[in-house]
């Protein structure tokens, strides 16, 4: 599908989508005429991207953990991803929780 399929589709800009390709969150092929064609799958995949940019993660750190369960022939990343995945998740929960604590101490 087009490139303004997915947009409408996911609700994303069509510059943030190519912007996803450029930092290899997102692959599409290149059709005869130029137009980026992507396939269903990339609809998931730019809802993931979403939900992980929503908590506050990088497009590198978002990179990794798609690399990690894309690799994987098992439903369920390796147990190497496991442990880099956890330490970054606990990395960014810490950040969530100073944060709330600042906000907390100002409205007190």
Do not use: F, W
Not at 53 to 60: A, I, K, Q
Not at 76 to 92: F, G, S
């Amino acid at each position: 599908m087009r490139i303004s399929e997915v947009s409408r589709r996911t609700g994303v800009s069509i510059r943030s989508l190519r912007y996803y390709e450029q930092k290899r969150l997102l692959c599409a092929r290149r059709l005869s005429n130029g137009y980026r064609d992507l396939d269903e799958g990339a609809i998931e995949r730019v809802q993931t991207i979403q939900m992980y940019l929503g908590l506050g993660l990088n497009t590198e750190q978002i990179e990794e953990i798609l690399a990690c369960t894309q690799t994987s022939p098992l439903p369920h990343p390796l147990p190497v991803c496991e442990e880099e995945l956890l330490a970054l998740y606990q990395d960014k929960l810490q950040d969530v929780e100073y944060h709330a604590s600042r906000r907390t101490n100002r409205l007190s």
